[in-house]
């Protein structure tokens, strides 16, 4: 197990060498070649080299070689598949990020007083945020960080919430805490599976002697495996399973006025038995009423050839579209 605080390597050897025995339920990766360029200087030593030049910028590609390169040391880990990633953006950016985090209260905060299921905890949605931080979270829903995602964690077919349930900005207040737990699997509004937590966290000068820190459980509770100090900077991915137990359960003992704050992201896949319930068609085209008979002719066809694809093995399908082709020469 890495210490604490320390960054997880980028010059192992790509992931796909890794046992498939040993990824649980992250399936086998696609690891794609690609020619990475030297980074800026100032965004050199964070794990996403976002450019924010002109906007937020991170070349996708470069993003999926990133990911894969931490791979295997996330899916070994223990006690479920996580990776803390140390200076996870760019300066720049997180300070952003902290700067454009909103102190006053908005309409649409949810605030949970519930005990042990999240005490003094303040969510904050990014719809209501100002647009520096919008534009923020749309980065986090973008293709590039699903790339990064998908090569680190080997989860293929990551969607983003953009309704960010249970996600946005997060913020603890003293004598806060939030009970040890498995995170909800199902996002009821979009019916897809859960599958990856992001947490990245926004607290400068953080003290040990405030608590506040992540305990990450075995599955069977009976041991604490884990604990990540919620530092400027710092990023958590970690896999929700039902067994990934995680929070930071003991009241916070920071000063009054003293927040301990956060990003927090969740990514979804799609279930796969849509394919059963669902029939796989292509695109299905129709005529207008006015339409010259050619084209009425031609949406005909098209429309019998994805009917019939549906019908006939694809070894007879094949071999008709040849006939008929012979057939029009």
Not at 34 to 62: F, K, N
Request: with cysteine.
């Amino acid at each position: 197990m890495a210490p604490e605080g320390q960054t997880l390597r980028t010059e192992r050897e790509p992931a796909h060498d890794v046992p498939e025995g040993r990824l649980r339920d992250n399936i086998a990766m696609n690891s794609a070649q690609v020619e990475v360029p030297q980074a800026a200087p100032e965004i050199a030593s964070a794990v996403l080299p976002i450019e924010g030049a002109d906007g937020l910028y991170l070349d996708a590609a470069i993003a999926r070689r990133v990911g894969e390169e931490l791979s295997a040391e996330y899916c070994f880990a223990e006690p479920f598949p996580h990776a803390v990633l140390e200076n996870f953006l760019p300066e720049s950016v997180a300070r952003m990020a902290l700067a454009h985090f909103p102190n006053e209260a908005l309409r649409s905060d949810r605030v949970f007083d519930m005990g042990y299921a999240g005490l003094h905890k303040r969510q904050i949605l990014p719809e209501e945020c100002d647009a520096v931080a919008r534009q923020l979270f749309h980065f986090f829903n973008s293709r590039p960080m699903l790339e990064f995602l998908e090569g680190l964690t080997t989860i293929r077919g990551l969607i983003p919430d953009p309704y960010f349930v249970g996600g946005g900005f997060h913020e603890t207040s003293r004598g806060g805490k939030l009970g040890i737990h498995a995170d909800f699997r199902i996002n009821e509004q979009l019916h897809l599976h859960r599958r990856l937590n992001v947490i990245i966290y926004l607290n400068e000068g953080w003290r040990p002697e405030w608590g506040g820190a992540l305990e990450l459980w075995n599955r069977e509770m009976t041991a604490k495996v884990r604990e990540v100090f919620p530092v400027f900077n710092r990023c958590v991915v970690f896999n929700t399973d039902s067994d990934s137990f995680h929070g930071h359960p003991d009241p916070l003992a920071t000063p009054e006025g003293v927040f301990r704050r956060s990003i927090a992201l969740y990514y979804y896949t799609a279930s796969r038995e849509i394919y059963t319930e669902v029939p796989d068609t292509s695109t299905m085209y129709h005529a207008r009423p006015g339409d010259s008979a050619s084209v009425r002719r031609e949406a005909r066809r098209l429309r019998f050839d994805e009917n019939l694809r549906q019908w006939v093995p694809p070894v007879l399908f094949r071999l008709g579209h040849a006939v008929a082709r012979r057939l029009r020469k």
